[in-house]
């Protein structure tokens, strides 16, 4: 995991007021101490990342038809996604479920309907790539493969957020104490602090099939290789320098 740290910071300090006693309204007191700023506040922002290897593919099978009626096309539509849904029930660690599923009408130069078109999908989901790649080449005969998407799974994710949260709230630490030290303080503390997390995910790899493959093509296995998806979290707040 290749990780980035960064950190920001702001200083407010403000200005003591000439010592006197004056009396005021409560509500104008109120209004003033609401705008009062206490001295040594220091605004910090830490963030750390890292490249985390995707664990989860998802391979989206297709097949389309012609037809001239949409009641025929809907049932071969419906035999090819079950045919392959019942298929992929039988390979241990890859899960399959239905896809899109459309049909629109063909017409000709006059505006006249001439035939039906319909796609249907089954997606294919696993953590094992060879096993999800040895299905999609056994599906490959009777459907092609639309595209194919890597991603980072939850707990991947989480176990990456937990990593870098410490890395984060270490850096923030480290930077609140030279920081203090740096501007003549002794020590510090926390006023307010937030954790937030975020990340970038790539798009998905589009892979079209060739209608016409052997039969020995189909079944074999396609070769997949994932990514990487950056987690990131950020630490941002402020402290009281003493």
């Known amino acids: 995991m290749t990780r980035k740290t960064a950190l920001a910071f702001a200083i407010t300090l403000a200005t003591a007021a000439p010592l006197g006693l004056s009396l005021v309204p ?7 101490d609401a705008r009062y700023q206490p001295a040594g506040v220091l605004s910090l922002s830490a963030q750390a990342s890292a490249e985390v290897p995707q664990d989860v593919v998802e391979i989206t099978m297709f097949y389309e038809q012609e037809a001239s009626d949409p009641a025929s096309l809907t049932t071969t539509l419906n035999q090819h996604a079950d045919r392959a849904l ?45 096993a999800a790649s040895r299905l999609a080449g056994q599906l490959a005969s009777g459907m092609q493969v639309g595209n194919v998407q890597f991603s980072l799974s939850p707990e ?4 990456a ?45 589009m892979m079209m099939a060739a209608r016409a493959m052997s039969a020995e093509a189909k079944a074999a296995p396609m070769p997949l290789e994932g990514g990487t998806s950056t987690v990131t979290v950020n630490v941002s707040g402020s402290v009281q320098m003493k």
């Not at 241990?92 to 249907?120: E, H, K, L, N």
């Not at 991947?156 to 176990?159: D, E, M, P, Q, V």
């Open 86 to 130: 019942q298929q992929a029930k039988g390979t241990a660690g890859v899960t399959a479920r239905s896809g899109q599923f459309s049909i629109y009408p063909s017409t000709d130069r006059d505006g006249r309907i001439s035939a039906w078109r319909g796609r249907t999908e089954v997606v294919l989901e696993s953590r094992d790539f060879a």
């Open 161 to 205: 957020e937990q990593k870098l949260s410490g890395e984060a709230i270490a850096s923030f630490r480290d930077q609140a104490s030279s920081a203090a030290r740096a501007f003549g303080y002794s020590s510090y503390s926390i006023r307010e602090v937030n954790v937030g997390y975020g990340g970038i995910q790539p798009r998905p790899v």
């Open 156 to 159: 991947a994710r989480r176990a």
């Open 26 to 32: 409560s509500a104008a007191w109120a209004q003033s």
